[in-house]
């Protein structure tokens, strides 16, 4: 199997100058650009979660729904010349449609054969390796680029310079995560989710159907994925591993405080910044060390994440 | 050497890592997402010294397996008592920093170039022993007091520590134990392959070992033996492109995982036909006289 | 001669006061029972005291020994083992093996000598594995020793973590609700049982039990606990006759 390299890419994502004599400016521009990025990190996390919240696994194909759509979202854009927006409106439906075919093949015997979680892991990672495959095939393994959706790169806000893309990130995200959070904590549908993700067995009998609502799960979960995945396509530029950014969700969401949805939301801002921050001052190629060291002295010092609160095993 | 023979030396010493992976997923249930990275050390420690001194190769094989055994203590020590999931996360993370490590250590190491020109000390024939002797030392470990308290710990940890079983240190036992045979195997893999290179050993090599367990029965050390020999056949055996062969091996895994949820073997073992013959043969009459 | 002395315990999970304030002595031999309502903090009192939960505060002495905040491999080795109130058994060992982990923790082979299988290894596996068929035995389950407890009914279940727990010769044993899911028939063989257990081994048992008319043919002593606190202690006729009892066992609805 192909190795995945993260961090090899990294770094294009970031092109601000110097801001020279002004060191607190500089901070407060690596700021900015960590939260961007940091955006889309929660977004991916938050559709992990998501699914861990009520399956309790880690659902690792959501990294092979992010790659399908953003490919999707490529093929549209340039064989079509969709806009920005039609193209983002298109990919997260796809990404929808995705999850819920994913979720079909890939969970749905295992979980109503009151499986082991662990089974639902497997299944997920091989899926998400299936799906990753099934782009090199059709698309080889060469590096693709959306199309400039934008005439300008970049916008001036005061003394900042900050990218178009990655201003396009930080309020889509958050948009995303504003909807989300009204259809979780304002709607039937968000209730059953939630209900679902404290206690399975009540709200069936409950006369929830748990079918449903983990299908409409599974597809906010790929909605996100779907724009999560174009977001990086256009950010990265695109290729197959792009799956394996799925762990920068999985990290997220377990700083965050696992099964936690607005923990995963912080647990992603507090990577971004603290990627940004780390490829500044060690470079790109060391992060991953650091960010090892960082997050075994997080979970350490806070096992319980950001957000989460210490739960006593009932014995 | 044969195409053949290459083959079959590569499949021999991913058995050797997927022993490992059942030790530490199959037996105990520790998460390990990072496990490829031991591999990685033990087939850079290997390469170092290899290319540099004409040392034995039991020297370098016994130099990797310490290395990977004080890398294990070192990233077991702090998270082993946290729960499973972050287990997963801390492995993961160590596996993408080693990575780094090695890829940025350009004097050192070679950096994203890797090291050639490693003697080819092992072939087929050694591969097999070294092999066959770590089944031994695995199926020997499954079957003593150790095993037992793996599985227990597995099972259900507040109820293995009440029988007075010190969790903690079961569980770091066997991620050191794992650290070592995984590196072993790296050193096997840089002495077959005269190259190592840091790419080799990312996450998708780890997770493919899990799947390899999973498919073979994760209860059960001759299923984990016998789908590591399938998945390592079958592909050269179809020779399909390698997308092809990765896209067919997971087609395998989603259809066991969904009909035949404990794996091919299930909780047994090969040995076992023979204990459950041995016990009709004697039918120990002691045994039935406690219950009336 | 007390076997356990428990000063001042007290436990807060959040803002829920679970433990609060109790002291309580166990004299060795014979059975003592903790009583109480659901919810009343017994299993609590007995995760701390077995070193599931650490203490908010108090001590607890077993044996002559500061136990507090010890872990709880540590206070099992000491000679203190437990059943619990929903069957951990491990699902994945037969009985015997179930029987046995309790014996192998206790068992001197390193590593090395499983590795190699010596005979030092082969001779306490084997010892351990005798013992533990003896422990089946009188239990009356020496028949299933090769089944995996998950085959078994519930009863049975129960009496292997009886086995389990009596395995390593404990000094004292506690039972959380033992009887808890047993029929009427069955609950009797269980005391019966219990009976057997007791005269065979020298030890003392510290029982919880749901319901009164269960415990107050066994017990020597009674403790009564409520909202996490020590509500009456005394022999089986005062706890009966105790009016504060019957009050906070009226609000209830009987299973």
Known sequence: MPAISLYYRLPALHSYKRLKGESHMYYIQLLINGISLGSVYSVIAIGFTLIFSILKFSNFSHGGVMVVSAYFGYVLSTKLNLGFFPTLLMVSVFGALVAVVVQYIGFDRIRKSDGNVMLLFVSSATLGTLLQNIIVITFSSTYYSYPKFFTTSFVKIGNFTVGVTDLMMLVFSTIC????????????????????????????????????????????????????????????SLYPQLNALVFKGMIASILGGLGNISGALYGGLLLGVAEVFLTNFVGASLMPVFTFLFSIIFLLVRPQGISGKFTLEKV | ????????????????????????????????????????????????????????????????????????????????????????????????????????????????????????????????????????????????????????????????????????????????????????????????????????FGVN???????????????????????????????????????????????????????????????????????????????????????? | MNIVEVKNLSLNFGGVKAVQNVSLTIEKGGV????????????????????????????????????????????????????????????????????????????????FDAIIGSPKKRKFDKQNAEKSMECLELVGLAKYAYEKPGSLPYGMQRKVELARALASDPKLLLLDEPAAGLNLTETEEFIELLHRVQEKFDLTILLIEHRLQVVHSLSKKIYVLNFGELLAEGTSEEIQANEEVIKAYMGEDDE
């Open chain 1, 177 to 236: 995560i504003v909807v989300l959070m009204y259809v979780l904590y304002k709607t039937r549908l968000g209730i059953s989710i939630r209900a679902l993700s404290m206690d399975a067995n009540t709200t069936q009998l409950m006369g929830i159907n748990a079918s449903f609502v983990i299908a409409v799960t599974f597809m906010i979960s790929g909605c996100l994925a779907g724009v999560a995945g174009m977001f990086l396509g256009i950010s990265y």
């Open chain 2, 1 to 200: 050497m044969s195409y053949y023979i290459t083959v079959l030396t590569s499949i021999t010493v991913d058995l050797v890592a997927i022993l490992s992976m059942y030790l530490l997923l199959g037996l105990t249930g520790i998460f390990s997402m990072g496990q490829a990275s031991f591999m990685c050390i033990g087939a850079y420690v290997t390469g170092m010294i290899a290319t540099r001194a004409d040392v034995p190769m039991g020297v370098c094989l016994v130099l990797s397996i310490l290395a990977g055994m004080i890398c294990a203590l070192f990233v077991g020590m702090p998270c082993i008592k946290l729960r499973r999931d972050y287990i997963a996360l801390v492995t993961l993370g160590f596996g993408e920093a080693i990575v780094a490590l090695l890829n940025n250590m350009n004097n050192i190491t070679g950096g994203a170039l890797g090291i050639t020109g490693i003697p080819r000390k092992i072939n087929l024939y050694w591969g097999l022993l070294i092999l066959i002797l770590t089944i031994l030392f695995v199926v020997n470990f499954k079957n003593s007091k150790f095993g037992r308290q793996c599985i227990a710990v597995k099972n259900d940890e507040i109820s293995a520590a009440a029988m007075g079983i010190n969790v903690a240190r079961v569980k770091l036992l066997v991620f050191v134990i794992a650290g070592g045979i995984t590196a072993m195997s790296g050193c096997l893999l840089a002495y077959s392959t005269t190259y190592v290179e840091p790419l080799a």
């Open chain 2, 205 to 292: 090599r780890t997770i493919n070992w899990i799947s390899t367990v999973f498919v073979g029965g994760i209860n059960s050390l001759s299923g984990s033996t016998v789908s590591g020999l399938i998945f390592g056949i079958l592909p050269e055996a179809l020779r399909f492109s390698s997308s092809g062969r990765i896209i067919l091996q997971c087609l395998i895994v989603i259809l066991v995982v969904n009909f035949l949820p404990q794996g091919l073997f299930g909780e047994n073992e090969v040995g076992d036909i023979f204990k459950k013959i041995k016990r009709k043969l004697t039918k120990k009459p002691t045994v039935w006289e406690g219950e009336k």
């Open chain 3, 32 to 111: 003592t029972s903790i009583i109480g309502p659901n919810g009343a903090g017994k299993t609590t009192f007995f995760n701390i005291i077995s070193g599931v939960y650490k203490p908010t505060s108090g001590t607890v002495i077993f044996d002559g020994q500061d136990i507090t905040g010890l872990e709880q491999h540590e206070i099992s080795l000491l000679g203190m083992s437990r059943t619990f109130q929903n069957i951990r058994l491990f699902g994945q060992l037969d009985v015997l093996r179930n029987v046995q982990t309790a014996l192998d923790s206790r068992a001197r082979y390193n590593l």
